[in-house]
């Protein structure tokens, strides 16, 4: 609640002088006794007890008046939100070389990429956000989508080899997530490429898929998953027993790097789970959604009501002033 034009207030300071010329101001006796000692016994009657109240009319009026003058008015504040999503494709590498447990313990490459991709997407609000798999080929899991619940399942689900994972071919998997990404009309377009090894398969040699992604504004954040050196890789005996044999691991960064250069993106190296989730929220935070927010205040006079009950308050002393309360000449 505000006032348009609080100066108006100011006239109430002149009910302390309403007030004062009321009380002093008594006028001329019309009747002159020479001794009022009798007139001093009789008891005030119920109405000249109440003449004051014809003051208090007078002084609320006033102030009413004054208040309705200052037009208090009473604002609605709405706020308009304009969000603008982000669309992402995660690219996610499930050939044979995946099995590898080097970045978490007695869990293989996959399994830890699936858990901080589920902690990735949770973390993402407005964006439309699909799934790409790859190994020999490439096909898209799960198309662009603000169904995060869909989403997940479809990353659970996910197998090595599902792609078949006798090979890795990069080019062909950035196509495949350019081809969902080639129609969008927001502005800002992302793919999240993840591989743990190099690119030895596909149609589409990388650095073309590279070039066409800057040519639809899409920017490529590659990551490289896999120790440096060796990895423990499991294999089974002929008892079927898991044991676990030292592989050379073999990640074409150079590649990768040259990927994220082209299309402005970043290449990124996990050698670890932590590093793996830092990875994902340092993206998380490059990436953010665009939010706008428009705020109105709409005002509505409540000027009406104060002038009504000052008018009330006027008539109802003009009333009493006519009768009840009538002077004698």
Known sequence: MIFHDPYWLLLILLCPLVIYFSLTSRGKASLKYSDITLLKRIKPTLAVRLRPFLLILKVLAIILLSVALARPQKGKEDTKVTTEG?????????????????????RNRLDVVKEVTQDFIKRRQSDRIGLVVYGSEAYTQCPLTLDYGALSQFLDSCKIGMADGRATAIGDALATA????????????????????????????????????????????????????????????????KVLTMMPVEIDEELLKNIATVTGGRYFRATEKESLENIYKEIDQLEKTKTESFTYMEWTERFPLPVFLAGILLILEALLLATRFQKLP
């Open 86 to 106: 982000i669309d992402i494709m995660l690219t996610i590498d499930t050939s044979g070389s995946m099995e590898a447990e080097d970045l978490a313990k007695g």
């Open 178 to 241: 350019l081809l969902r990404l080639k129609d969008s009309t927001v502005t800002n377009k992302v793919v999240i490429l993840l591989t743990d090894g190099v690119n030895n398969a596909g149609k589409i040699a990388p650095m073309t898929a590279a070039q066409t992604a800057k040519a639809l504004g899409v920017k490529i954040y590659t990551i490289g998953a896999g120790t440096r050196g060796n990895a423990p890789v499991p294999t089974y005996d002929f008892f079927g027993k």
